[in-house]
């Protein structure tokens, strides 16, 4: 990590009243949760955009299942790591603190994070897929099937589905607010999600990237890093 760099990165901080944080699966890595891309993101030869969809849900319920009762296995072993605490110890500060991210693990949450912005849902829950109703809401009957007949899923967004509403404008008044934008983890490939970005650099809110392979190609300043050691150095 540039020792420059961070001095700077520090400065803004320290000037900024508003952060949001926007994080994607390279943050829960050092957790021990595998990202989407790459290598370590495939489970039994299959990528993540084979399993994460409505298709593959229709055609195949069991398989889909099974990778998110995996996914849940790996997530409930997994603990917030120093980055994520460093994150949610910000928010004693002056400073607000607001966290947009893509990951459904809910490790942001239990680091102590409270404003924390779930763009693509929660593995936590389960909701219908015919209905939407949340288990939460029917808790009576077969865990896997809804009254209504619908089959229960895990509370996530797939691809080619539109993300929650509420998350979504939460996230656009948080980036239309904020004066400075952590971007951690994140291929930032995925859309609308990434858009949030693209947002903020058309508003010229200074953007620090924290990734060992940065991926922004804005202007913005990088800590090539682990999550883990880059947040813990930042908020330190
Ligand atoms: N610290 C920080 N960043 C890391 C680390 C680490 N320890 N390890 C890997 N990374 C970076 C990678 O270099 C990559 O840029 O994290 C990023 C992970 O990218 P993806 O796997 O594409 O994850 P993400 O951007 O969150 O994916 C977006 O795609 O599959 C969907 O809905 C899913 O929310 C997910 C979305």
């Known amino acids: 990590m540039g020792g420059a760099d961070l001095a700077t990165a520090v400065r803004w901080l320290e000037n900024s009243r508003f952060l949001v944080a926007f994080t994607g699966a390279g943050m829960s890595a050092d957790s021990g949760v595998p990202t989407f891309r790459g290598a ?29 009762r995996w996914r849940r296995e790996v ?11 460093a994150l949610a110890r910000e928010e004693t500060t002056e400073r607000r603190v607001t966290v947009i991210t893509q990951n459904v693990d809910g490790l942001h949450q239990r680091a102590g994070s409270s404003d924390v912005i779930e763009l ?31 089959a229960m899923r895990p509370g996530v967004v797939w691809f080619g589905e539109s993300l929650p509403q509420q998350a979504w404008r939460a996230a656009e008044t948080a980036i ?26 058309t508003r010229r809110i200074p953007i620090i990237e924290v990734n060992p392979r940065p991926v922004l190609t804005h202007p913005v300043l990088t800590l090539s890093c682990r999550a883990v050691d880059g947040l813990s150095e930042l908020f330190g």
Do not use: M
Request: with cysteine; proline share 4%.
């Open 75 to 85: 997530v409930a072993a997994a603990q917030p790591h120093r980055g994520h605490q």
């Open 40 to 68: 370590d993101g495939l489970w039994r030869g299959y990528r993540a955009e084979e399993l994460a969809t409505p298709a593959a849900f229709e055609s195949d319920r069991e398989k889909v299942i099974e990778w998110y």
């Open 120 to 150: 693509h849902g929660s593995i936590l829950i389960n909701r219908c897929h015919r209905c939407g109703r949340s288990r939460e809401d029917d808790q009576k009957g077969d865990p896997d099937w809804c009254s209504c007949g619908g």
């Open 176 to 201: 239309a607010a904020c004066d400075l934008v952590l971007v951690v983890g994140t291929s930032a490939v995925v859309q609308p999600a990434a858009s949030l970005l693209e947002i903020a650099a």
